[in-house]
């Protein structure tokens, strides 16, 4: 293979799924030594195109090259034999082994080296990349830059020469996602081949050197990211419009609470206290991990709080939640889209009525007429593709599918809303729309947004809460500039003066 060649082509790639068509005559190819950014709305196909070339589904038609030779990538061990691998967003490590157990786990005779050399290797390894992480440190032990970086050691421990890394930045620290994009510079320099999925244009414009842009299905643009001038001109190549990200955000006077906590612990929290108010959004952030869950599930009724804790619409936890109604009340926006938000083998009406059953009954009758009538209107006015209601869930891209839950939310005319990572893996164009959305809910409702994308939460909060090891360090204005500036130290736990 010639020096800075192409590593992987797929050519003239088609895939359907029934009446959806999900890639169109793809082909692209992989370079040796560089980074391809593939970009594209939700449900563009990427997902698609990159599990192909994972090895985890045959297209209909078409065929990938390796060098100049035609490879059947049926399996993920094919595909890493023909040195394709993929970062996911939810890490594959088992918490209890170590990190170098975990490098050389399912590796034929790994298990036959002594743990001293399993770490030696493993050590060597991560410093050629720049990495720096203990390989006798146990899973559960580390931050997800960490488990993130054990995921690609694996990857290159394999030998991968094509890494395909999907949304990487979701769960980093802007400190984490700058180490990671570091290693990546190395790899490349290395002679390895990158595809970059993400919907962060500032990240395309920082670490691409090649952007592919795929809509409804097919390469529609392919760019050199040195001739773009900026992430406006690149988002509206992506969407096919001028797309700014920006939103109206009208100063609103805070009412009454409708959520209030009083030293909520347990389940890795300690003593949280906080008041949020209707016509108000409070951002919580920090890096994954650090207690975001326990807090939600505590509010949302998936866990139970100790006695006078919680408070929700001025009535006690137990209370709110025997009496809790379908509607004007509490909407929850979980982060696990595809297993807590949706049911995967239902279809689109049947995931609408999951939370909406109650304004669609007559007596002992199911009107679900009226409820198609109602989720067909919600389809078209969210934008979600393909608008068919006969789809089942597990047929929506991740980021359809988060629009469909935000709709059916939405419809509820909640008074709380608890959006976890709301638009996190939609497009630029999806995110806007969000944004607009929750501004809009704010005037009705008191929102705790639970993000890790700090530009969101500068954009859209009223008040930020910083969480770290199960506490909230510290809660501000948005308008304070001297603690904005210091919330990186604060998620990392850093002190600050």
């Known amino acids: 293979m010639s020096s800075g060649g192409p590593l992987i082509r797929l050519e003239n790639i088609s895939k359907s799924f029934g009446k959806v068509q999900a890639n169109r005559d793809i082909t692209l190819e992989i370079m040796e030594g560089k980074i391809l950014a593939l970009l594209g709305e939700n449900g563009a196909g990427k997902s698609t195109l ?12 078409g065929t990938i090259y390796l060098g100049e030779k035609p490879v059947q990538l049926s399996t993920t061990e094919k595909a890493i034999s023909a040195g394709v691998g993929m970062v996911y967003q939810h890490f594959k490590l088992v918490d209890a082994m170590t990190v170098a157990e975990n490098v050389f ?11 001293k050399k399993m770490s030696q290797v493993v050590e060597q390894l991560a410093g050629q990349y720049g990495m720096k992480v203990d390989p006798g440190a146990r899973i559960s032990d580390l931050s997800m830059g960490e488990k993130q970086q054990v995921e690609i ?3 290159l421990h394999r030998k991968s020469t094509v890494l395909i890394f999907d949304e990487p930045t979701a769960v980093l620290t802007p400190n984490e996602a700058e180490n990671l994009f570091a290693t990546m510079k ?25 952007i592919a842009i795929l809509r409804r299905g097919e390469i529609v643009d392919r760019v050199a990211a040195s001739n773009v001038s900026s992430t406006a001109e690149l988002a509206e190549r992506m969407v096919g419009r001028e797309v ?21 612990s347990g389940s890795g929290l300690t003593k949280i206290s906080l008041d949020l108010r209707q016509g108000e959004i409070l951002a919580l952030v920090g890096v994954a991990g650090n207690g975001q869950k326990p807090l939600v599930e505590a509010i949302c009724g998936l866990s139970k709080p100790p006695p006078d804790t919680v408070t929700i ?21 979980p982060e696990d889209r595809q297993g807590l938000a949706t049911c995967q083998g239902l279809d689109l009406l049947d995931n609408f009525l999951l939370t909406t059953r109650g304004g669609f009954t ?21 934008d979600i593709r393909p608008p068919d209601m006969t789809l089942f869930a597990w047929q929506l891209s991740g980021g359809n599918l988060q629009k469909m839950v935000l709709a059916r939310e939405f419809y509820r005319k909640p008074r709380l809303i608890v959006a976890e990572q709301p638009t ?5 164009a999806a995110t806007e729309d969000v944004w607009n959305l929750l501004l809009t809910a704010r005037e009705q409702a008191g929102i705790l947004l639970v993000t890790g994308d700090l530009n969101e939460a500068f954009v859209l909060s009223d008040r930020i809460g910083v969480m770290y090891n199960g506490k909230i360090v510290e809660t501000f204005d948005t308008d304070n500039k001297e603690k904005l500036d210091q919330i990186p130290q604060m998620m990392a736990g850093l002190a600050v003066s």
């Open 313 to 333: 619409l001025g009535m006690e936890w137990r209370k709110f939640f025997r009496k809790a109604e379908w509607d004007n009340a509490l909407s929850y926006i």
């Open 424 to 428: 996190q893996g939609l497009d630029i």
């Open 362 to 382: 007559k007596g002992p009758w199911l009107q679900k007429e009226v409820a198609r009538e109602k989720a067909g209107y919600l389809i078209e006015e969210f």
């Open 244 to 264: 700014l990200l920006q939103v109206d955000k009208e100063s609103m006077e805070p009412r009454q609470i409708v959520l209030r906590l009083r030293n909520l």
């Open 186 to 210: 190395i790899m490349v320099k290395k002679g390895k081949g990158i595809v970059f999925i993400s919907h962060k244009l500032e990240e395309v414009m920082t670490i691409a050197d090649n």
């Open 50 to 61: 990159m599990s192909i070339l994972a090895g985890q589904m045959l297209p209909d038609t």
């Open 105 to 115: 786990l399912g590796q034929k005779g790994g298990f036959w080296l002594k743990k």
């Open 153 to 155: 050691l694996k990857l």
